[in-house]
């Protein structure tokens, strides 16, 4: 089971680090206006701006074990900052906000899932 939830997990970070490359939104960095998001995020990584996705990922896993749901890079003021969503046990909903740079958490929200009650429409 462990080697099917590593295997699971490795397939949604590649897709994940695919989708975030491309949700990347401008900065105020000065990058050429023709660069693809991908460019840019890779240039921001290269530069050491930005801590790999991967690696983010890889020390959150450990204290918030969860799916990941969406990933997003976004420039707050003036600097890099992932604003990572996952889906925990329980259908806990969490955003987290790390620090690119060197992964220090930002802030934590968590979005608990409200119990069906019988009788109710979803």
Request: proline share 4%.
């Amino acid at each position: 089971m462990l080697s099917r939830i590593t295997t699971q997990w490795r397939r949604t970070l590649a897709s994940l680090v695919m989708l975030m490359t491309l949700a990347l939104p401008g900065s105020g960095v000065s990058f050429a206006a023709d660069k693809p998001d991908h460019d840019r995020a890779r240039q921001a990584v290269e530069a050491g701006d930005v801590l790999p996705l991967r690696t983010i990922l890889d020390r959150l896993e450990h204290e918030y074990p969860g799916q990941v749901m969406e990933v997003e890079l976004d420039r707050e003021k003036g600097e890099w900052v992932y604003e990572i969503k996952l889906l925990r046990k329980g259908g806990i909903l969490m955003k987290l906000k790390v620090l690119a740079r060197d992964g220090t958490i930002l802030g934590i929200k968590e979005k608990h899932d409200k119990p069906h009650r019988q009788g109710e429409s979803r």
